[in-house]
């Protein structure tokens, strides 16, 4: 008996599969490369050999493309990345009390008091404290980012780099480059300017106490972790499985909701043959041109989304 | 002449009751949307904040449909809108639109004498006799009154509902149907008939819906499609919703400024955390926040446009307030993106936030 839990990020979609203890059995990482689906059928291949349809007791998705993950996998539940990563952290640890989260697209601060989810927030309308403003410096600097943080933990000198904004970052750095400083102390500076960043705006009034979590794919990052020691002067706790915590959450939703509800809508692995194709229109039937996303399974519509009116979206329900 | 506007949500209503009552020509730009987000953005100064950018593209839009008056309200205030007004004249008729302009603005702004003037622009292209006029303006006032009362009331239903989507059905129809009016009369007919209907609707007394305030920009929280629709789609997810700022309002609070009778509630529920008036609905969004908790609310949601300096002040309130009356508040943020995504996942978490909060020892119930 086995659940599976998918997390459909920015940049990467991450697969779990795990055990009725929550120990987990597979754990696949793919990068979404702006094409959910496909990110979910690769990500599947691997399973469809070892297990059956009927060994999967329960399917959970999460990640922003949670909804046309859910539509393609039959999923069970549903949820935002908020409460996933907190059910997933609760699991390790039931005295967490605050997570913090650093994605691709995505910071997010998650309070906890108690076991239960007491405030929260995440960046506004600005990436330049996530995981792709790094990601983009590392190829500026043509160092893979699995290395950046043994760089930056070699750093002696304390580099400060604007962190308000990736394109001041991007020009202060650059300025510092030509002027011959050292690498690793230029990986720290950015380290730390986007912890400042983080807890400037992610953790701007938020009441921080340990014990704390690190999660998401920047938490790979040892160097990110020593700067957010640093300024926090606390120890920063990464989980074993950092960057699969909300595939972890959302397959422990899945769990309770198949409880509930007594069976699972998961449709098999043979999903991974099928012909997904996405085609996006203008409703042009109001003023309001809603930009309608049409998702059909081998030639049949199987759900829609973006109109307002619930004309196109309404859809979904018929064929759920 | 034809006469156009910038929508604020339900305010289309009023005016076209109001227009239709006075006989004078007019052009209800079409709802904001992509298009007109993206001529305003384009004619627009960077920075400058959204609702500049939607109310330019409303303008153009009209214009395009024959439109050769623009009516706005200014505010000689001490945020950017008070300089909306001016700035858009300038940037229109840098355009090469031949346009008149007339700018409402407060009495004690622009002296009585000058704002009389200006209305007397608009009533003077109007068939109608003093008796008329003076029935057409009560008319659009009540109008105005009306729809946001029916939105109002069924916002708060919504949450009750027993049949999914009816209520978020009957609003929209009958906002629809409004727009088929001819006479003011017949949208008073027509709302009163709908509120026969929202009685009609089954809900269930016992059930307790998350109820949440929407405070905040005026603007932002007004106009739905500068929110992404938020009220809506918290319909969708069967919590009750309350938004204390309309364009209803916002005419009583105009009306009753000079005499110091304005918002009597929001100066006392603000008095601990801001005092004074700086700018903007700076204050609102704080005694909101203070009311919303003493009203029972689980939480609020607080909108503001990106850089919006009143709402940037309210916002490093707005924790203090969280705390000390112990009320989950969430701050959003909108802007050009019209990607909903990662807008629905902040909805979401905080109404789990919420319903968990409940279910727990931390709740107030």
Same mark, same amino acid.
């Given at each position: 008996m086995y659940y599976l839990g998918i997390d459909v990020g920015s940049v990467s979609t991450d697969i779990v599969l795990v055990d009725e203890n929550m120990h987990i059995k597979e754990a696949v990482y793919t990068r979404t490369k702006g094409r959910p689906i496909k990110a979910i059928q690769e990500g599947l291949k691997s399973f469809k050999s070892k297990y059956t349809?009927?060994?999967?007791y329960a399917a959970g998705t999460t990640g922003s493309g949670r909804q046309i993950a859910a539509m393609v996998l039959g999923a069970d539940a549903t949820k935002n990345e908020i409460t996933a990563h907190a059910v997933a952290a609760l699991q390790n640890?039931?005295?967490?009390r605050t997570i913090m989260e650093i994605g691709g697209q995505d910071s997010k601060i998650i309070i906890l008091r108690d076991g239960i989810v007491t405030d929260f927030a995440m960046n506004t309308? %600005? !990436? !330049?404290?996530?995981g792709s403003f790094l990601d983009r410096q590392a190829e500026r600097l043509e160092i893979p980012i699995e290395d950046f943080g043994d760089y930056a933990l070699k750093s002696t000198t304390s580099l400060r780099i604007a962190g308000r904004c990736a394109v001041f970052a991007e020009s202060d750095m650059i300025h510092k480059q030509q002027l011959g400083y050292d690498s690793s102390d230029i990986i720290n500076g950015l380290c730390e300017a986007l912890v400042r960043n983080y807890l400037n705006n992610?953790?701007?009034g938020k009441d921080i106490k340990s014990k704390i979590f690190f999660q998401g794919g920047? !938490? !790979?990052?040892i160097g990110m972790k020593a700067a957010f020691e640093r300024a926090l002067q606390c120890e920063v706790c990464v989980p074993e499985h950092y960057n699969m915590m909300g595939a972890i959450g959302a397959a422990i939703l899945a769990k309770e909701a198949v409880m509930k509800s007594g069976k699972t809508n998961f449709k098999g692995?043979?999903?991974?043959?099928n012909e997904f194709i996405s085609r996006s229109f203008e409703c042009a039937? %109001?003023?309001?041109?809603c930009e309608v996303a049409k998702l059909e399974e081998n030639g049949f519509v199987i759900g829609c989304f973006?109109?307002? %009116?619930?004309?196109?979206?309404?859809?979904l329900v018929v064929n759920a | 002449m034809k006469i156009t506007f910038p929508h604020l949500g339900n305010a289309y209503l009023g005016v076209k009751a109001l227009f239709d009552g006075l006989g004078i020509d007019y052009v209800i730009p079409p709802f904001s949307n992509k298009t007109a987000l993206e001529i305003g953005s384009l004619h627009?100064?960077?920075?400058?904040?959204?609702p500049f950018k939607i109310n330019l593209g409303n303008y153009i839009q009209s214009i395009e449909k024959g439109a050769d008056t623009v009516i706005i309200t200014g505010s000689c205030?001490?945020?950017?809108f008070g300089e909306y007004c001016e700035l858009q004249m300038n940037i229109l008729r840098s355009l090469g639109y031949e346009v008149d302009f007339i700018v409402i603005d407060a009495p004690k702004e622009i002296g009585i004498n000058t704002l009389l003037q200006r209305i007397g622009k608009v009533g003077?292209?109007? =068939?109608?006799?003093r008796y008329g006029k003076l029935k057409a303006v009560r008319d659009g006032l009540k109008v105005i009154h009306m729809i946001d009362a029916f939105e109002a009331k069924v916002r708060d239903l919504s949450g009750y509902e027993?049949?999914?989507g009816e209520c978020k059905n009957l609003l929209n129809s009958c906002k629809k149907d409004l727009l088929k009016c001819s006479a003011p009369s017949e949208m008073i007919e027509l709302i009163k008939r709908n509120e026969q209907k929202l009685l009609q609707i089954a809900i269930d007394k016992h059930s307790t819906p998350l109820k949440i305030a929407i405070i905040g920009e005026i603007y932002t929280i007004i106009e739905p499609f500068s929110n992404l629709y938020i009220e809506d789609k918290l319909m969708d997810f069967g919590v009750s919703t309350s938004r204390k700022l309309t364009p209803s309002w916002w005419i009583k609070d105009m009306v009753l400024k000079p005499l110091g009778l304005n918002s009597m509630d929001i100066k006392r529920a603000s008095k601990d955390y801001l005092s004074i008036n700086i700018g903007g609905h700076c204050r609102e969004c704080v005694a909101e926040a203070v009311l919303a908790e003493e009203a029972g609310y689980d939480g609020a949601i607080q909108i503001f446009p990106l850089g919006c300096m009143p709402e940037i002040v309210a916002k490093a309130i707005l924790p203090t307030i969280s705390k000390e009356k112990d009320i989950p508040i969430m701050s959003l943020v909108v802007d050009?993106? =019209?990607?909903?995504a990662g807008f629905v996942t902040r909805l979401e978490a905080f109404i789990d936030l919420l319903e968990r909060r409940r279910q727990n020892v931390l709740s107030r119930n």
């Open positions: 349809k009927n060994e999967i640890d039931k005295d967490v309308v %600005c !990436a !330049a404290g996530t992610v953790g701007k920047v !938490a !790979a990052n692995f043979d999903l991974i043959q039937d %109001c003023p309001n041109n973006g109109d307002r %009116c619930g004309k196109w979206g309404g859809k | 627009s100064p960077e920075d400058m904040c959204l205030g001490p945020c950017r003077s292209s109007s =068939t109608k006799n027993i049949n999914k050009e993106m =019209t990607g909903e």
